[in-house]
């Protein structure tokens, strides 16, 4: 039985009929596209983890407002993007003046490979479910005003029509549109430019190939082998950490700066993280006798050359589903 139904599918005349642990399956069966959607909102993989568990409760202790005039599903999304607008009304700062977002945190392509059947299947939704994960969309998205944000991830990401969302957040459809207009303005802003030219991910054979040289590079600290395979205009953060490095020449000078041609004794295991090729490094530590988690690059590809690294910290490790450590005979 689909959970995207209607009060006649259900069989009752309300949700106020429907017991707690019937409520509870009904609503888990979106738990992952609900988690996706709030990560898309705010960026952070943790506060989008707390706003399902309130979106799930809101939508439980007001079951009995569900009229059926659309599906349990479309609900839900109502419920939650409500909730995103709670917390960032509340408690999210503005993006740092150099563009960084300190919030951000990864999402593990394993988990992204949850979303139920059905959710995204046509090519061009594909196609659009990818460009709106990659990290690069994420911050642009967190320049964005709350309510234009919500706008545009109804809108362009989820496809709903302008009459819905006006609903949902109690505007007319004009003003709906005109929020659209400036959130689409603001994105052109802060996205990459050569955002068509993006490579398709880990599908792509050129793209394996350069993260294979990157991986080889790093686990050499090989900084002339490394520079090579980046683009002039690279870019590369560290959140939560401030600073946004621009310019391959400055990217390097940051890696100098903070010692990477020192560290010795690196092994890297290669991932995917926003659909993204990612690699993981592990440091050696005789004390414990093993290699333990270091940082997880990020990249984005664009042209067969790096266009950004964002490098997040070893607390990301466990969420992503890397190993704790690496033996000292671990091989990639």
Known sequence: MSADMRLEELGVSGL??????TFSGLAERHRRELHVHCYRMLGSFEDAEDT??????????????????????AWLYRIATNACLDLLAKCRPAPATGGEVAWLQPYPDRLLDELPAGVGDEPETVAV????IELAYLVAVQHLAPRPRAVLILRDVLGWPAKDVAELLGDSVNSVNSALQRARAGMREHLPAQRQDWTGGEEDAGTRELVRRYTDASVATDIDGLAALLRDD???SMPPTPGLYVGRDTVVR???QDGFEGMQDLRAVRT??????AVAFYLWRKQEGAYLPLTIDVLRVTGGAITEIVTFHADQFPRLGLPARLPADGAE
Not at 129 to 132: D, I, S
């Open 16 to 21: 106020g009929e429907v017991d707690e642990q």
């Open 52 to 73: 399902v568990q309130e979106t799930f409760l809101r939508a439980w202790r007001r079951r009995e407002t569900f009229e059926g005039r659309s599906t349990f599903r």
């Open 129 to 132: 479910a990818r460009e709106t």
């Open 234 to 236: 690279v870019r590369s």
């Open 254 to 256: 940051s890696w100098v």
């Open 272 to 277: 995917a993280v926003n659909r993204q090729p």
